[in-house]
């Protein structure tokens, strides 16, 4: 185990020429609704917005993550769901997934998979998840603050991840997070393993580095 890494100066240089803001927070009065409803309505009307909630009821403004952010995180997606087919163990979703949390706050996971047995009697069509998925993985992009992220990766584990993956292909490493243990530093992995949460499952990461 290894203490967590900065970000590097050529990330900030990166991010200084790209034209996406980063994520703006807002503080909400306290009588603001922030129920599901309220904000799925609140994306409905403001379309190429994702919005996310802090477990203090801050509002967060989120924009488009660019080309390759989403290529990156779409291709993760594809070993996750190709495996998941193979062995029709759960469901696997994407970046416009929101999840419930029980601190109140409400997420939006690069890629998530749930089991069958966790998702239950759970409905994932009211727009919502009320329940956390075992496997969530985050994709540093250009305008996000990797400190921030890390904090978001503590929060999904405390929240009842099983495993995750925070990748940040600027520094080429990945933080591997596991339930109450420090993450674990791997250096340009070619590969990550699904582990005893979803095994058998082997992620390519050589189209990442690229």
Same mark, same amino acid.
């Given at each position: 185990?290894?203490s967590t890494p900065?970000?590097?100066?050529?990330?900030?240089?990166?991010?200084?020429?790209?034209? +996406?803001?980063?994520?703006?927070? /807002?503080? @909400? %009065?306290?009588?603001?609704?922030? *129920?599901? !409803?309220?904000?799925?309505?609140?994306?409905?009307?403001?379309?190429?917005?994702?919005?996310?909630?802090?477990?203090?009821?801050?509002?967060?403004?989120?924009?488009?993550?660019?080309?390759?952010?989403?290529?990156?995180?779409?291709?993760?997606?594809?070993?996750?769901?190709?495996?998941?087919?193979?062995?029709?163990?759960?469901?696997?979703?994407?970046a416009d997934?929101?999840? +419930?949390?029980?601190?109140?706050? /409400?997420? @939006? %996971?690069?890629?998530?998979?749930? *089991?069958? !047995?966790?998702?239950?009697?759970?409905?994932?069509?009211?727009?919502?998840?009320?329940?956390?998925?075992?496997?969530?993985?985050?994709?540093?992009?250009?305008?996000?603050?990797?400190?921030?992220?890390?904090?978001?990766?503590?929060?999904?584990?405390?929240?009842?991840?099983?495993?995750?993956?925070?990748?940040?292909?600027?520094?080429?490493?990945?933080?591997?997070?596991?339930?109450?243990?420090?993450?674990?530093? /791997?250096?340009? %992995?070619?590969?990550?393993?699904?582990?005893?949460?979803?095994?058998?499952?082997?992620?390519?990461?050589?189209?990442?580095?690229?």
């Amino acid at each position: 185990m290894v203490s967590t890494p900065t970000k590097p100066e050529s990330t900030a240089q990166t991010a200084a020429s790209d034209t +996406r803001p980063a994520p703006i927070t /807002l503080k @909400l %009065p306290a009588k603001w609704s922030t *129920s599901n !409803e309220t904000m799925l309505t609140l994306s409905s009307l403001n379309d190429g917005w994702l919005f996310e909630l802090t477990a203090d009821g801050e509002l967060v403004i989120m924009t488009g993550v660019g080309f390759r952010s989403s290529e990156r995180s779409f291709e993760i997606g594809i070993d996750i769901g190709l495996w998941n087919r193979q062995v029709s163990a759960g469901h696997v979703c994407g970046a416009d997934l929101y999840v +419930r949390r029980e601190d109140s706050s /409400l997420r @939006l %996971p690069d890629v998530a998979w749930i *089991s069958k !047995e966790r998702l239950g009697n759970a409905d994932p069509d009211e727009g919502v998840l009320e329940v956390c998925p075992e496997l969530i993985v985050e994709v540093v992009s250009v305008s996000q603050n990797i400190v921030t992220q890390q904090e978001k990766m503590r929060e999904w584990m405390a929240a009842g991840a099983l495993l995750g993956w925070l990748v940040d292909p600027y520094q080429e490493v990945v933080l591997v997070y596991r339930p109450d243990t420090e993450p674990e530093q /791997l250096e340009r %992995p070619d590969s990550l393993s699904g582990e005893d949460v979803c095994q058998g499952l082997e992620v390519n990461l050589e189209r990442i580095w690229k």
